[in-house]
Every structure is written in C-alpha cells, then in structure tokens.
C-alpha cells in the first residue's frame, strides 16, 4: 500500500486478502458484497443443513454471519482487529431457502476499541436480527499480508 492508496481501496485489499483464508465463510457459501471503511455486508443462503429441529435457520449460523460482516467492516481499515465481544437479539426466524444479508456499519472507534451493529435480513427485507459487536485492535499490525 502506499501513501496515494484510497481508504476504499484499503477495504478491497483486506476483503481480498481476508477471504483468500476464511475457510468458514467459504464452507457455509457465504459471499462479502460489500465493504467500505467501517463498513461491511456479507450474504448468505440458508440451506438444508443450516436447520434445527425446528426447521428454522440455527441462530447459531445467523450470529456467525452477523459476526462476519462485523469482521469485515472492523478489519477495512487494515489493523489487526478482533472481536471482544458481541450481543444478538433474534426478531423472526431464517427459513429454507432465504437468502439472508447481514450489513454491519461501525457505530464508534476510538483508540483500540470499536462498536459496531449489525442488521440482518432476508431477501424481502424483513429482519431477522440485530447484533452488536465490540472490537479490540492490534496497533500497528495489519490486518492482511500486503
């Protein structure tokens, strides 16, 4: 990166780069639609093996699709950043087939730490949960190899 790279163009390189290894968005088919500075969406289809007994998305995999977007969009700025904690609050359920969207916008970041909230819908823009996420950065470490 030099000094004439854009803020924007930061966010495509971690998005590249933290894709290239992210063996769990890559197994559970989920795709990174967008990322800007402090900013991130992720998508997700739910299929057959994301159910639970009751034939419902598991919050599980909900939670770790909010928890992805939210890695995106603290890591944009290409520092180290992980997560220190988060909430989930579930409104509706995910059902067979939808095609959910988490869409993370960063809320604070100040020093190490950062707040982030996370909406996730479906494909009828219907929420489906609110999440919010706490981040810790490692200064001075990027967050991908450049």
């Known amino acids: 990166m030099t000094d004439s790279t854009t803020p924007q163009q930061i966010a495509e390189h971690v998005r590249r780069g933290m894709f290239a290894n992210d063996r769990a968005l890559k ?3 989920m795709e990174v639609t967008e ?3 402090g900013r991130a969406a992720v998508t997700m289809t739910v299929r057959e093996d994301m159910l639970n007994g009751h034939d419902i998305c598991h919050g599980g995999l909900i939670a770790t699709l909010a928890d992805s977007a939210f890695a995106y969009a603290c890591n944009s700025y290409d520092e180290l950043t992980v997560a220190s904690g988060f909430g989930v ?4 359920p995910g ?3 939808d095609v959910l969207t988490a869409r993370c916008a960063e809320v604070s970041r100040a020093g190490r730490t950062g ?3 996370v909406e996730v819908s ?3 823009g219907e929420r489906i949960a609110v ?3 706490r981040s810790y950065t490692a200064k001075g470490r990027p967050a991908v190899p450049r």
Do not use: E, K, S, T
């Not at 609050?89 to 509706?92: K, L, P, Q, S, T």
């Open 89 to 92: 609050d579930f409104v509706a």
């Open 95 to 97: 059902r067979l087939g």
């Open 35 to 37: 990322i800007a500075p």
């Open 115 to 117: 707040v982030y909230d």
């Open 122 to 124: 479906n494909q009828r």
């Open 131 to 133: 999440f919010r996420g």
């Open 27 to 29: 197994a559970l088919g």
